[in-house]
């Protein structure tokens, strides 16, 4: 009994930690020079090199935007979801932790039996008796080979892996209102375009008509000014589905049914322009602010720990035992007689098999696929940005090309109108050149609905907006 404390110590002194120590390797893409550098694509006046702020879709200074974003974060269904597991993860790491500790447990039972006799040698029958038994024990196992201290590990990792995925929900929540709020925007704005021109058209249908009356027009001019009527009040229907999908949109985002999605929450007057290049930062703030790089990361460190879980199965394990209690006639319990109690060590031990040294393998192969995942998570998120910026500056180019051709289609209009006014040309030429200023308008209302699609893909690629929740990025979380 003397030398239990001594082989205790003995073995807590042997205690060591199996497996891999977990590091980023120095082969990682994310520890490239390249990786951290400017954005090529961040050029003038589509983007530049100033830091994203938290809250990125208060650029665009619009208050119902801004409080449709709030709404949509405290209630959307897949952040409530991805909430949840965040709390299913925190309460594995306590069950993890929780392995460190002493177990103890109670038995007791009463049963009316009769014993075999040669189970205690002998050769009568034994008599039928009341029989109980109360045993309090614990117990404590010596992580000598650091597999539940790899298990905590993983367990923090994953944790820190789940945050990550919450927090890319919730960018991938505010996303998806920002580019419903302008869907429901600009599908009003070119709605307003295409009724401009179909007012148009109706004038050129009226004056058509008069002059096929007055025998100076052919009923071929009528048909046409016709068809073009319908077709441009057949346009008109494609804005109003465009505006309701948004608004439905909405609606799911910010938890309401169809019905609950109150008017005046979105009624957007005018499109909210983003006055200012996107500040897109480098590719080292990027990679440090992305959520679905740290969750790769993080899930890589869950892997190289499952390393060592798997590794000290390999070795025997030794846990300490006590129990204290009473077996014997109920009657007696308490006695003397029926009085025990236990303590020592308890060894178990698989011996290793192929099996074994297999699943460490499999553990390895497992590690290597987590970094070859983080590897594409990075790639991928420096390609996105700079695929996205490319986007919005190629979009923004043309933008400024139909501006251009928009003022143009606008001075001839003026000048056809002022020349009829003076009586030089008939009504028919200002009608024609105002028509012309109406298809520009359209197009120039089509393209900025492209470039407000263009600049939340943009702010989605570079990742921003969870940290508006108040949650900071541990440390351990950080890629190293």
Not at 218 to 227: C, E, I, T, W
Not at 450 to 475: H, K, N, Y
Request: charged share 20%; hydrophobic share 50%; aromatic share 4%.
């Amino acid at each position: 009994m003397r030398r239990l404390p001594l082989l205790a110590a003995a073995a807590l002194a042997a205690c060591t930690t199996v497996g891999p120590d977990y590091h980023l390797p120095e082969t990682a893409a994310l520890r490239r020079p390249a990786a951290g550098t400017a954005f090529a694509q961040a050029i003038a006046p589509a983007a530049d090199a100033a830091p994203l702020p938290d809250g990125w879709w208060r650029l665009y200074r619009s208050a119902e935007l801004d409080a449709l974003v709030e709404e949509a974060l405290a209630a959307n269904t897949s952040l409530r979801v991805a909430t949840a597991h965040l709390r299913r993860a925190a309460a594995l790491v306590a069950a993890v932790d929780a392995e460190h500790l002493p177990h103890g447990g109670v038995k007791g039972g009463l049963k009316r039996a009769r014993e075999s006799g040669e189970a205690f040698l002998l050769p009568e029958q034994l008599p039928v008796m009341n029989e109980g038994e109360l045993v309090v024990g614990a117990s404590y196992q010596l992580d000598l080979w650091g597999q539940l201290r790899r298990g905590e590990e993983a367990a923090e990792a994953n944790l820190q892996a789940v945050e990550a995925a919450r927090d890319l929900a919730r960018i991938s929540v505010v996303s998806q209102v920002a580019q419903a709020y302008l869907q429901v925007c600009h599908a009003r704005a070119q709605r307003s375009a295409a009724t401009d021109a179909l007012a148009l058209r109706e004038r050129s249908l009226a004056l058509a008509e008069r002059l096929e009356a007055e025998g100076r027009a052919a009923r071929a001019d009528v048909l046409q000014a016709q068809g073009l009527v319908e077709t441009q009040r057949a346009a008109l229907s494609r804005f109003d589905a465009e505006r309701e999908a948004g608004l439905y949109r909405l609606a799911y985002l910010l938890g309401h049914t169809p019905q609950e999605l109150a008017p005046q929450q979105v009624a957007c007057a005018a499109p909210p322009v983003l006055a200012q290049a996107i500040p897109a930062g480098d590719g080292a703030a990027l990679l440090k602010r992305r959520p679905d790089v740290r969750q790769a990361e993080r899930e890589l460190a869950v892997a190289t720990a499952r390393i060592g879980v798997a590794t000290a199965e390999l070795y025997p394990s030794i846990s300490f035992g006590a129990s204290l209690g009473a077996l014997g006639l109920a009657g007696h319990l308490g006695e003397p007689a029926t009085q025990a109690f236990g303590l020592g060590p308890l060894l178990s031990w698989r011996i290793p098999d192929a099996g074994s040294r297999a699943r460490v393998r499999m553990a390895e192969a497992d590690q290597q696929a987590a970094l070859a995942r983080f590897d594409g998570v990075v790639l991928q998120a420096l390609a996105e940005v700079e695929s996205a910026l490319s986007r919005y500056r190629r979009d923004l180019e043309r933008l400024s090309a139909l501006r251009q051709a928009r003022d143009k289609a606008a001075a001839l209009a003026q000048d056809q109108q002022h020349y009829v006014e003076a009586g030089r040309r008939p009504l028919a030429t200002a009608l024609e050149s105002r028509q012309m200023l109406a298809v520009a308008d359209i197009a120039l209302a089509a393209e900025a609905a492209e470039i407000a699609r263009d600049q939340v893909q943009v702010f989605l690629a570079l990742g921003g907006g969870w940290e508006s929740s108040g949650t900071a990025q541990a440390p351990d979380a950080q890629p190293r």
